[in-house]
Nanobody
Framework: QVRLVESGGGLVQPGGSLTLSCAAS????????MGWYQQAPGKERELVAV???????NYADSVKGRFTISRDNAKNTVYLQMNSLKPEDTAVYYC???????????????WGQGTQVTVSS
């Protein structure tokens, strides 16, 4: 019904920058919050940043001042600009959206397939 596709991951040196993108497609009536989560090896998936459909944002303490989440509602796309990257930011990053499919009476959480971000010299 709803598909999320991430892009933009890769290998970057400490102090570098990356921008992740996540486009939602399919039978979408509306989308509320969209967000990014990270999952490092051996750890649970954790919230990185979330943005509501009115543009209000929330960040994990570990990324405040370094990461910026934004969205383009016309394109059903959410972005994560990551600056001053650290080795501890290395993880698989997953996109998430609270979306209501057409002919549905409620919102569901949909997930992307994940994109690897590796911060290493």
């Amino acid at each position: 019904q709803v598909r999320l596709v991430e892009s933009g991951g890769g290998l970057v040196q400490p102090g570098g920058s990356l921008t992740l993108s996540c486009a939602a497609s399919g039978s979408i009536f509306s989308i509320n919050a969209m967000g990014w989560y990270q999952q490092a090896p051996g750890k649970e998936r954790e919230l990185v940043a979330v943005i509501s459909n009115d543009g209000s944002t929330n960040y994990a303490d570990s990324v405040k001042g370094r990461f910026t989440i934004s969205r383009d509602n016309a394109k059903n796309t959410v972005y994560l600009q990551m600056n001053s990257l650290k080795p501890e930011d290395t993880a698989v990053y997953y996109c998430n959206a609270d979306a209501k499919p057409y002919r549905s009476t409620r919102y569901y959480k949909f997930w992307g397939q994940g994109t690897q971000v590796t911060v290493s010299s």
